[in-house]
């Protein structure tokens, strides 16, 4: 006779007593309803700085509400800023999407993603801040253009690139979900509806919703600007969206430059390395050489074009970078 085995225990969930904090601000006078994300990777800080600055100008009264609602979330993962690092279990900005009803959340960003997406759907206009590891320049990242395609349809591309547009950036990318399907096409993965909500983030789940989206990477993580471009972006949504009082003294944008995600090259290998120290933007001729496969083979430009989200120490079957090309979209 056997022993009885002892029952399976779930290994405990660190930072399962984590409170979120929400700050909300809602004007008696009815207008768009905004929520600011920071921090939904743990060692970007700039967004949560940005945010702190402008509670404290609501706070203090230096900034009036004048309409509508506006809520901000300033460590959307307080583990990974705990532990100051991208993620905290896992990447917090993928499959966002809330668990069905009777599943217990699986990990520590489900139950976040339970309490954001609720929160989230109660507003129409989301910016989520961000920033990156590699040394450029800010940069906004939008959505499709509108469609009612089976991949992401999408009815508010107009507003979402006036956001963009405000937001000031040089540079604006556009169109991550189709990319992202592509690259499981590649793979010879299945595109279910469960293995694209993978690619969902913070913005394909505010457009499901009805609502848009744009994410801010605001500069390098250590960045010393970073905050600044972080609280100038939240103050630039608010004054397009009528919430604050306008500054008579700003000049209208200017047009950034607006680039296409194509396509994902993916590194097989560890072998496989690029031929210089790539940057994100940095321009490519059709022809030139990006990298070298494991085999030998030289790797290409498909055409003239930008290096984007370069990766060199891309794991096996993973994105080693992105392609983009210039856009025709004007915002
Ligand atoms: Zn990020």
């Known amino acids: 006779m056997t022993a009885p085995s002892p029952p399976l225990r779930k290994p405990p969930i660190d930072g399962a007593a984590d409170v979120l904090r929400v700050h909300g601000y809602a004007a008696l006078a009815p207008g768009p309803r905004l929520v600011v994300l920071g921090g939904v990777h743990g ?132 169109g991550w979900l189709d990319i992202y399907a592509a690259g499981m096409t590649q793979r010879g993965q299945p595109l279910t509806d469960a293995a694209l909500a993978f690619g969902w983030g913070t913005n394909e789940y505010m457009r499901s919703r009805g609502g848009y989206g744009v994410t801010l990477e605001c500069g390098q993580h250590d960045d010393p600007a970073a905050p600044d471009v972080a609280e100038a972006a939240i103050l630039a949504t608010l004054r397009l969206l009528g919430m604050v009082a306008a500054d008579p003294s700003q000049a209208p944008p200017a047009q950034p430059a607006l680039l296409r995600l194509v396509s994902v090259t993916d590194r097989d290998d560890v072998g496989d390395q690029f031929v210089r120290e790539w940057a994100t933007f940095d321009a490519v001729a059709e022809g030139e050489p990006i990298g070298v496969r494991a085999d030998g083979r030289m790797l290409r430009a498909e055409r003239d074009g930008f290096i984007v989200f370069p990766n060199d120490e891309a794991l096996p079957g993973t994105e080693w970078f992105y392609f983009a090309v210039a856009s025709e979209r004007r915002l």
């Not at 801040?129 to 469609?147: K, T, V, W, Y």
């Open 43 to 174: 060692n970007e800080t700039c967004g949560t700085a940005g945010i702190e600055r402008i509670v404290a100008r609501l706070d203090s009264g230096a900034l009036q509400l004048l309409c509508g609602e506006l809520t901000m979330v300033p460590v959307a993962n307080p583990l990974a800023r705990r532990q100051h690092t991208r993620e905290g279990q896992r990447n917090l900005n993928r499959l966002f999407q809330p668990t069905p009803a009777g599943v217990t959340p699986f990990d520590y960003e489900a139950r976040i993603t339970d309490r954001l997406c609720p929160l989230l759907a109660r507003h129409e206009v989301l910016l989520d801040l961000h920033s990156f590891q590699s040394a450029g320049e800010a940069f906004a990242m939008i959505g499709p253009r509108d469609n009612d395609g089976p991949l992401e349809p999408f009815a508010r591309a107009v507003e979402e690139g006036r956001l963009a547009l405000h937001l000031g950036t040089p540079r604006v990318v556009e």
